[in-house]
């Protein structure tokens, strides 16, 4: 049982690049997340998903998007990367209303030169 | 609005000493409290949840609604403590979890 599997774990970007970073999860959750964290600011809401096929903004949407096609993936994708995205980026779910408690990713770890 | 506010950005201790890491917050509604944490090189996991009223690794948190807060605290502080901590809170349904800055502790020898 693996759990939350986030890949890659690190990438470096140049400005403008594109890239996709996976989120992968075995536990048959409904309920997933991505974050990022960034020094003295703790963990911020990107975009979340409450079921496959559906998709809503979090407190820092702007440049990301998502896509859930499958109930045990999340994808974050950057359509043109910005300096101001480098960060640490950190998957979550969980299973439903009754067992309220987030696991979490490993984290990828994120440079935009 | 909703958020989570965590006013020490380092606690430093000795160890033996008693720890108590603060979070307040703002919901409009019953929000439900946790505290997760984040050992070195290892993942973001929970430590703690209000309704559980649980003991975790000698940690204690009570929620005060009337001053909308949900401490943290340990009698006895261990090296093995030393960690970020991460308040947070979710509706009730658990759709969106907010979380705090977070207060990296450092126990000393």
């Known amino acids: 049982n693996a759990g939350v599997t986030q890949t890659p774990k690190f990438r470096v970007l140049k400005t403008g690049q594109s890239m996709t970073l996976l989120c992968a999860q075995d536990?048959?959750?409904?309920?997933m997340y991505w974050y990022r964290q960034d020094p003295g600011m703790g963990l911020r809401l990107i975009h979340y998903s409450v079921g496959e096929g559906t998709t809503a903004k979090g407190e820092v949407p702007d440049g990301y998007n998502v896509s859930r096609l499958k109930k045990q993936n999340f994808l974050l994708g950057l359509e043109s990367a910005a300096p101001s995205q480098t960060s640490v980026y950190f998957c979550?779910?969980?299973?439903?209303?009754?067992?309220?408690?987030?696991?979490f990713g490993a984290g990828s770890r994120l440079t935009v030169l | 609005a909703q958020r989570v506010t965590q006013p020490e950005k380092l606690l430093s201790v000795f160890k033996g000493a008693p720890v108590e890491l603060k979070c307040n917050y703002s919901y409009s509604g019953s929000p439900e409290l946790f505290w997760y944490v984040q050992y070195s090189r290892q993942r973001l996991q929970l430590l703690l949840r209000?309704?559980s009223r649980e003991s975790i690794k000698g940690f204690t948190a009570d929620l005060n609604k009337g001053e909308t807060s949900f401490h943290l605290k340990k009698p006895f502080a261990q090296e093995e403590d030393s960690a970020m901590y991460y308040c947070a809170l979710s509706g009730y349904y658990g759709q969106n979890f907010v979380f705090g800055p977070g207060t990296r502790l450092s126990v000393l020898p």
């Open positions: 979550a779910s969980t299973g439903s209303r009754a067992n309220n408690v987030l696991t």
């Open positions: 536990m048959n959750h409904e309920y």
């Open positions: 209000h309704i």
